[in-house]
């Protein structure tokens, strides 16, 4: 079967898993919001991650960075110097395009040739205010306000005023690294691990992409599960073999087949510069071909040598069999939650024929899946059926979480909706529950029918949602 993207997208909006941000207004190039499915896909993905990579581990530390750090940190990070992109105009219809995703001298808005001017970098963070606004006045109190003290408003702009209140230039994070490179000090001061240890994350980043694309595959605001991995310098490589394979076993667990992944050695001119050696991990997206999904880096001690020469601060690990301080190396994991997300999508995204009709559906592994049953009473104008599909409903719901109650249009219909959100089955209450507590079960993937006793739905779906029905 293939597969293009326009249709993934629009069942994306359609069932409500991904809706265009701002959308009443006429949405804002390179955003989107999750619907109430498409949350739930995430928050499993990312709940399966925190499982795979940190939960399960003995030296894996989880922290929440701020959004706002502040700005000496990415001069630190070397991202206010070189977090850069080439940008070109095409003096034509005006349009500012990444020069390194053009190809020829073609305009790809307007078709005109050899309209572009020499590129220049143009920095992806974006730029904030923290406190008041520039160029603003800003009245304060000149004493504090204590009982019985006069209190007079002082104008900071007004001459001869010797106190300012001055904005601040900060940025929103670029990437989550620096939250985890900046705690390194409070997690060995407070928990004292032994190297090699990590430091995860999932969070919130920002890049003021010149030209946002392809549905969530380049947007300005997105998600990252990432972790550092901090090591001394002669393992990182025996290390980054390790997590090179990790990662490949994390792809298979998601589903997505090896068939359709590769790696790309990042060549050193084009790897960031506090990289050493850089895998990106390539997923076959329908309609963009190859491209990246997560990656795997070996950042030296550049981050935390910089971050001591910049703070001061001593970041130097201590061994506790009295060896000799180091700075640690670390090793990079990076996986974009809204990547995965959409290469997940993709890969479920299924077209088949049933009995003559055709069907869409998403194969979603059921450990995704953000329905894991739907439950129907066979005809909704029979309060008997209605009232045990209720109790059942609530039993599962109980038991697992996340199930649908669905009782619009005839079963046929029924059974559509549920496949085209990726539902794995599809149990329905008839006559025969009243008599023997069992249901008519249905498998999303080959639309077989069995019948089972409640208690087995139960224990079969409940179980990490991996079910054997």
Not at 62 to 69: C, F, G, N
Not at 146 to 153: A, D, F, M, S, Y
Request: with cysteine; aromatic share 12%.
């Amino acid at each position: 079967m293939s597969k293009n993207l326009e249709d993934i997208v629009s069942l994306a909006k359609r069932r409500g898993f991904i809706y265009q941000g701002s959308e009443i207004y006429g949405g804002l190039a390179g955003t989107y919001d999750y619907g109430p499915l498409g949350t739930l896909l995430k928050r499993n993905l990312v709940n399966e991650w925190l499982k795979y990579f940190v939960d399960g581990w003995d030296d894996m530390y989880q922290v929440d960075s701020a959004i706002l750090m502040n700005p000496k940190v990415w001069k630190a990070s070397g991202h206010v110097d070189t977090f850069t992109d080439p940008l070109v105009e095409c003096s034509n219809c005006h349009a500012r395009l990444r020069a390194d995703h053009i190809k020829g001298n073609k305009c790809p808005v307007c078709g005109k040739e050899k309209t572009f001017g020499e590129a220049r970098q143009f920095n992806m963070m974006f730029k904030t205010q923290v406190g008041p606004t520039a160029g603003e006045r800003v009245y304060y109190a000149e004493k504090d306000l204590k009982k019985g003290e006069q209190v007079t408003l002082v104008d900071n702009e007004q001459e001869g005023s010797n106190q300012t209140w001055p904005g601040s230039v900060a940025y929103l994070r670029p990437e989550t690294a620096q939250g985890m490179f900046v705690n390194f000090k409070n997690i060995v001061d407070t928990f004292y691990p032994d190297v090699p240890f990590g430091i995860a994350q999932v969070g919130k980043a920002f890049r003021n992409e010149i030209s946002p694309r392809d549905f969530l595959f380049r947007t300005r605001e997105f998600e990252i599960m990432e972790f550092e991995y901090f090591l001394e310098e002669k393992d990182w490589e025996a290390k980054f073999e390790k997590w090179r394979k990790d990662m490949h076993a994390w792809f298979k667990h998601i589903g997505l087949p090896e068939a359709k992944l590769k790696e790309v050695e990042v060549p050193e001119d084009d790897r960031a510069h506090y990289s050493k050696r850089t895998i990106d991990f390539h997923y076959d997206f329908p309609g963009l071909g190859f491209d990246e999904v997560g990656g795997l880096a070996y950042r030296t001690d550049y981050d935390l040598k910089n971050h001591q020469k910049e703070s001061g601060k001593n970041m130097e690990y201590r061994p506790k069999d009295g060896g000799a301080p180091f700075i640690p190396h670390v090793i990079e994991p990076t996986f974009g939650v809204d990547r995965n997300f959409l290469a997940v999508l993709s890969e479920a995204y299924t077209e088949d024929e049933v009995e003559g009709e055709k069907r869409v559906y998403l194969k979603l592994p059921a450990h995704l899946a953000p329905v894991k049953v739907a439950v129907c009473p066979l005809a909704k104008n029979k309060p008997e059926l209605v009232k045990k599909a209720r109790e059942v409903y609530k039993q599962l719901q109980k038991d697992i979480g996340n199930v649908m109650w669905i009782d619009t249009g005839n079963i046929g219909k029924n059974y559509r909706r549920a496949d085209e959100i990726g539902v794995p089955h599809f149990v329905t209450v008839d006559f025969q529950t009243l008599e023997d507590d069992t249901v008519t079960i249905r498998d999303r993937d080959t639309t077989e029918q069995n019948r089972l006793e409640i208690i087995e739905v139960t224990e079969g779906v409940s179980h990490n949602g991996k079910e054997d029905l």
